[in-house]
């Protein structure tokens, strides 16, 4: 594949956190230090590496990170509590919980405990409203960084049929609410659409957001679509079959490389912003 197929993830998320950078340090000087406070409840592995990757991500920016780490049998009581602490805490300008958390917790109740002006990972339903209705601060990161890679590529979704595989409430719905903002006219698919393949050789826009490795043939892929696959499987391996799509494909996100720095960058950048509202308000 020629290189100019490719979407470069890692690319734009570079250019974001240099930007970022300058905004950390103007804080700094004002006496604000930005604070991402990550909670991870139990010790799934996979959940302990994307906290630390976020931590160490926080940190290389000059994002302070404050990381809690609660046992597996933490009732949502607890974490409720833990939640409240973080939302009146001053020091801290986000709050993410990792998920999915351990399911005698009530996640979504976690998730709507977090207060709106902290919301940087978008997951309260006040945050998705926001964001479908084209006012929202902190839309899911996600989403927000596949539209962010499809403006730095030029990519305008006006008048395009975007097909969405995946409706899940932090990637497949906002993203596809983002989308129809901008123009494009959506189709969103699920577990229960018939003939799956039928709508995505229909599509300009194709996001991945399935949890299935390879779960997107090439040979559905409409000659010159461009393909945004947000998958990540055990590894290394995306939701699309990356060598048969990127012969039909005219632009690409490869996995890794792809949408997840993208992701991480868009929460740094929504800390930071909260971090500047804090001096404003
Ligand atoms: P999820 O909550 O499990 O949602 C998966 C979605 O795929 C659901 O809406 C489901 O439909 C749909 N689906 C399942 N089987 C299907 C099938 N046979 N045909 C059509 N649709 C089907 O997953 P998620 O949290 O949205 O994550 C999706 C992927 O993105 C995962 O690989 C995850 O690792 C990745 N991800 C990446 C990042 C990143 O930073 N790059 C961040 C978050 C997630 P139903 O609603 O009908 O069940």
């Known amino acids: 594949m020629t290189q100019d197929k490719l979407l470069d993830g890692k690319a734009v998320a570079n250019r974001i956190k240099n930007q970022l950078k300058e905004r950390v340090e103007a804080l700094k000087i004002n006496g604000v230090t930005p604070s991402l406070a990550t909670i991870l409840v139990g010790d799934d592995p996979s959940s302990e590496t994307y906290v630390r990757m976020k931590g160490n991500a926080c940190e290389r920016i000059g994002i302070l990170s404050k990381k809690i780490h609660l046992p597996e049998d933490t009732t949502t009581e607890t974490l409720l509590e833990t939640i409240e602490e973080l ?38 339903s006040e945050g998705y409203g926001q964001t479908a209705l084209g006012f929202g601060t902190y839309p899911s990161c996600t989403p927000a960084a596949i539209m962010k890679i499809m403006e730095d590529y030029d990519i305008n979704p006006e008048g395009k049929h975007a097909v969405v595989v995946g409706r899940s409430p932090i990637l497949g719905k906002p993203v596809g609410a983002l989308l129809l903002n901008q123009n494009a006219t959506v189709t969103t698919c699920h577990s229960r659409t018939i003939d799956l393949a039928s709508h995505v050789k229909h599509a300009d826009i194709v996001v991945a957001a399935v949890g299935k490795p390879e779960f997107i043939k090439g040979e559905w892929i409409k000659e010159g679509a461009v393909v945004l696959d947000a998958g990540y499987n055990k590894g290394n391996i995306g939701d699309v079959e990356y060598e048969g799509a990127k012969e039909k494909a005219s632009l690409i996100t490869p996995v890794p490389g792809g949408v997840g720095p993208v992701t991480i960058a868009m929460l740094l950048k929504h800390t930071v912003v909260s971090a500047e509202k804090s001096i404003v308000q």
């Open 87 to 124: 939302n009146h805490d001053l020091s801290v300008h986000g709050i993410l919980l990792q998920h999915p958390v351990p399911p005698q917790i009530d996640e979504r109740l976690a998730f709507e405990t977090i207060a709106i002006e902290k919301d940087v990972d978008g997951v309260t």
